[in-house]
């Protein structure tokens, strides 16, 4: 999925536990970082943030 770095910062802020107001303590990613989000039995989980290619 592609999308803007806003909207993925607010949903990694609700997958860490941080209310919508403290989402600005997770950087807005740049542009062409990735950000991976794993699906797991009990529900999503953030797996990396904000990570650039070929790190």
């Known amino acids: 999925m592609v999308t803007h770095g806003g909207a993925i910062r607010a949903y990694a802020a609700?997958?860490?536990g941080l209310?919508?107001?403290n989402r600005s303590h997770l950087a807005l990613p740049g542009n062409t970082e990735v950000s991976h989000i794993r699906v797991a039995a009990h529900g999503p989980v953030l797996?990396?943030?904000n990570m650039r290619p070929g790190r």
Do not use: I
């Open 19 to 21: 209310s919508f107001d």
């Open 14 to 16: 609700d997958l860490v």
């Open 47 to 49: 797996s990396s943030y």
